[in-house]
């Protein structure tokens, strides 16, 4: 047998799984699978669905492109790297697929294992490297034989794919190969007919809603989002739903953080239904972790979500009784309205009196012009200003239109956000609005690289530009007793033209310094990649933390 063989049965059982999308990081021990993906991109889809081959330099940059084409489609994306350092790279991506429950298959070539420990050129211990952080790991070598390749890459994209455990993740393919690297008229013998039954789903359970229930949805897919949605709306009862959870829509709480906190509320609630993952506040962390409180999640698989350790249920699905109080959810929606009217991000300024922008104004704004479009929302600030936002009238009046948001809350790093943004563009084939700001717009300007003979993402990029690290003025550190060494080492100031860096990479770059002007190129579709930097002041973020605190 030999590697360009392997390579081809790689090939096979990507396409016999479904897998649509391949990213590759080009190398040189990984030359049999680039040569292969290539020749099956070019072909039509007679085996499987069509191959989508997307080629990018940074291995980092290709792991969250992978990740954000696993996110769009729900279903496994390849990455391909080449031996060496190169592997490792892909960590970030691999970390927070663990942690979000992403179907990324790592192919990573490597060197001969009869060349290992020798010290010969990027030779290391690939194989382990992500350890924990994977479902799945497992070697193949090139002097192996087709049937044993079938065997290994079928279980490796199952687990993946989570299609009999019911928990979506990243496994690891390393891939022995040895010379000769290039194409032979080697042919694979025919596969045998694959077929991977999904395990059963699960039955509602059905739950009274005599008690002071609400459901709390945290970050999730569209599918989940939508079911938090309809059970909240049967029961009756608040929904507090993060920006990210896709139920943000109807009548949803979108001050329920500030809400759990208010006597009558908060301390009211003796029952939370979770769905999805919530990450984004200390309050709902708090409200997890009460004695008196039941936390029921529901969630599928062998994983769920309990941040604050008291669940006492967990359910594949629910259904939830009509509630028999109806003032339990008018008290929720009257106490929103008046608190989001106190706020004032969802009222306009009269022309002429356009203040500066904030962040809190300039989620707000991006939220209602992208409703019922596609969302990316970076960590930081940026995802905590949303969700202060007000739901968009046209989201209150149709549910089902709702917005499709997305964000890497696995571990809610600033690291992969343009790359991600762009795979999910991608993964879609629609048009994306990503809200960031510029420390995390810096860590993967190397996503902003797009080579001319790859497709372009119809992607504009928002990105909230206060020179630093703003989050931290609303921390213990940005207080006054901390002032000393604030900016060295938390505010970390810098004078980058981000601007001038995208417009580099060849992307459409504008510098809007008004509400006004914003909402109006908001109104622009989205055509290509387009990068609109709205510089904001930090030196206000504490006051305003503490202002909200104190409504």
Same mark, same amino acid.
């Given at each position: 047998?030999?590697?360009?063989?392997?390579?081809?049965?790689?090939?096979?059982?990507?396409?016999?799984?479904?897998?649509?999308?391949?990213?590759?990081?080009?190398?040189?021990?990984?030359?049999?699978?680039?040569?292969?993906?290539?020749?099956?991109?070019?072909?039509?889809?007679?085996?499987?669905?069509?191959?989508?081959?997307?080629?990018?330099?940074?291995?980092?940059?290709?792991?969250?492109?992978?990740?954000?084409?696993?996110?769009?489609?729900?279903?496994?994306?390849?990455?391909?790297?080449?031996?060496?350092?190169?592997?490792?790279?892909?960590?970030?991506?691999?970390?927070?697929?663990?942690?979000?429950?992403?179907?990324?298959?790592?192919?990573?070539?490597?060197?001969?294992?009869?060349?290992?420990?020798?010290?010969?050129?990027?030779?290391?211990?690939?194989?382990?490297?992500?350890?924990?952080?994977? =479902? /799945?790991? %497992?070697? !193949?070598?090139? #002097?192996?034989? @087709?049937?044993?390749? $079938?065997?290994? +890459?079928?279980? *490796?994209? &199952?687990?993946?794919?989570?299609?009999?455990?019911?928990?979506?993740?990243?496994?690891?393919?390393?891939?022995?190969?040895?010379?000769?690297?290039?194409?032979?008229?080697?042919?694979?013998?025919?596969?045998?007919?694959?077929?991977?039954?999904?395990?059963?789903?699960?039955?509602?359970?059905?739950?009274?809603?005599? =008690? /002071?229930? %609400?459901? !709390?949805?945290? #970050?999730?897919? @569209?599918?989940?989002? $939508?079911?938090? +949605?309809?059970? *909240?709306? &049967?029961?009756?009862?608040?929904?507090?739903?993060?920006?990210?959870?896709?139920?943000?829509?109807?009548?949803?709480?979108?001050?329920?953080?500030?809400?759990?906190?208010?006597?009558?509320?908060?301390?009211?609630?003796?029952?939370?239904?979770?769905?999805?993952?919530?990450?984004?506040?200390?309050?709902?962390?708090?409200?997890?972790?009460?004695?008196?409180?039941?936390?029921?999640?529901?969630?599928?698989?062998?994983?769920?979500?309990?941040?604050?350790?008291?669940?006492?249920?967990?359910?594949?699905?629910?259904?939830?009784?009509?509630?028999?109080?109806?003032?339990?959810?008018?008290?929720?929606?009257?106490?929103?309205?008046?608190?989001?009217?106190?706020?004032?991000?969802?009222?306009?300024?009269?022309?002429?009196?356009?203040?500066?922008?904030?962040?809190?104004?300039?989620?707000?704004?991006?939220?209602?012009?992208?409703?019922?479009?596609?969302?990316?929302?970076?960590?930081?600030?940026?995802?905590?200003?949303?969700?202060?936002?007000?739901?968009?009238?046209?989201?209150?009046?149709?549910?089902?239109?709702?917005?499709?948001?997305?964000?890497?809350?696995?571990?809610?790093?600033?690291?992969?956000?343009?790359?991600?943004?762009?795979?999910?563009?991608?993964?879609?084939?629609?048009?994306?609005?990503?809200?960031?700001?510029?420390?995390?717009?810096?860590?993967?300007?190397?996503?902003?690289?797009?080579?001319?003979?790859?497709?372009?993402?119809?992607?504009?990029?928002?990105?909230?530009?206060?020179?630093?690290?703003?989050?931290?003025?609303?921390?213990?550190?940005?207080?006054?007793?901390?002032?000393?060494?604030?900016?060295?080492?938390?505010?970390?100031?810098?004078?980058?033209?981000?601007?001038?860096?995208?417009?580099?990479?060849?992307?459409?770059?504008?510098?809007?310094?008004?509400?006004?002007?914003?909402?109006?190129?908001?109104?622009?579709?989205?055509?290509?990649?387009?990068?609109?930097?709205?510089?904001?002041?930090?030196?206000?973020?504490?006051?305003?933390?503490?202002?909200?605190?104190?409504?």
């Amino acid at each position: 047998m030999s590697s360009w063989l392997l390579a081809q049965c790689v090939v096979e059982q990507l396409r016999q799984a479904g897998v649509e999308h391949v990213v590759l990081a080009p190398g040189s021990r990984n030359a049999p699978l680039s040569m292969a993906l290539h020749r099956a991109s070019v072909q039509a889809g007679a085996d499987g669905p069509d191959l989508h081959l997307h080629v990018r330099i940074d291995e980092r940059s290709a792991g969250f492109l992978a990740l954000g084409l696993a996110r769009a489609s729900e279903s496994p994306v390849a990455v391909v790297t080449t031996s060496g350092t190169a592997v490792a790279n892909l960590a970030p991506a691999v970390m927070e697929a663990n942690e979000a429950g992403v179907p990324l298959v790592v192919l990573s070539a490597d060197r001969p294992l009869t060349m290992a420990h020798s010290g010969a050129n990027q030779t290391g211990t690939q194989f382990g490297l992500f350890s924990s952080q994977v =479902r /799945h790991q %497992v070697q !193949l070598t090139s #002097d192996g034989e @087709p049937t044993s390749w $079938r065997f290994q +890459l079928r279980r *490796a994209l &199952a687990e993946a794919a989570g299609s009999r455990t019911g928990a979506p993740g990243p496994v690891q393919v390393n891939l022995h190969l040895d010379v000769p690297l290039m194409p032979s008229d080697e042919e694979l013998p025919p596969p045998t007919p694959w077929q991977l039954e999904p395990a059963a789903p699960t039955r509602a359970v059905l739950l009274d809603a005599a =008690r /002071h229930t %609400v459901v !709390l949805a945290g #970050d999730a897919s @569209p599918a989940v989002g $939508r079911r938090a +949605l309809q059970v *909240a709306h &049967a029961g009756g009862v608040p929904l507090l739903a993060e920006p990210s959870s896709n139920a943000r829509a109807g009548r949803a709480v979108s001050t329920y953080r500030l809400l759990l906190g208010k006597e009558g509320l908060g301390d009211r609630i003796d029952r939370v239904i979770v769905f999805g993952h919530p990450t984004l506040s200390r309050p709902v962390t708090r409200l997890l972790s009460r004695e008196d409180v039941e936390v029921i999640v529901v969630a599928d698989g062998a994983r769920w979500p309990d941040p604050g350790m008291r669940a006492c249920r967990v359910v594949g699905d629910v259904d939830l009784a009509p509630a028999p109080d109806e003032h339990w959810l008018n008290r929720w929606l009257t106490a929103d309205c008046d608190l989001q009217t106190r706020l004032g991000l969802a009222s306009r300024p009269e022309s002429g009196e356009e203040p500066e922008p904030t962040g809190h104004a300039v989620a707000a704004l991006v939220v209602e012009r992208t409703a019922g479009q596609v969302l990316v929302l970076g960590s930081s600030n940026p995802i905590r200003d949303a969700d202060l936002a007000p739901v968009p009238d046209a989201l209150y009046q149709d549910p089902e239109a709702a917005t499709r948001v997305f964000a890497n809350r696995g571990l809610a790093g600033i690291d992969g956000v343009i790359s991600t943004a762009a795979g999910i563009g991608l993964g879609l084939d629609e048009p994306v609005t990503c809200l960031l700001g510029d420390l995390t717009f810096l860590h993967d300007c190397g996503g902003l690289w797009l080579g001319s003979l790859e497709e372009q993402p119809r992607l504009r990029l928002v990105v909230l530009d206060d020179r630093g690290g703003s989050i931290f003025h609303s921390l213990e550190q940005g207080g006054e007793q901390h002032e000393a060494s604030f900016e060295k080492v938390f505010g970390t100031p810098h004078q980058a033209d981000l601007a001038a860096l995208a417009a580099a990479h060849g992307w459409k770059a504008t510098t809007v310094r008004d509400l006004e002007e914003l909402g109006q190129r908001l109104r622009v579709p989205v055509r290509g990649p387009e990068v609109l930097v709205v510089p904001v002041a930090r030196d206000g973020r504490r006051a305003w933390a503490q202002r909200v605190a104190g409504l």
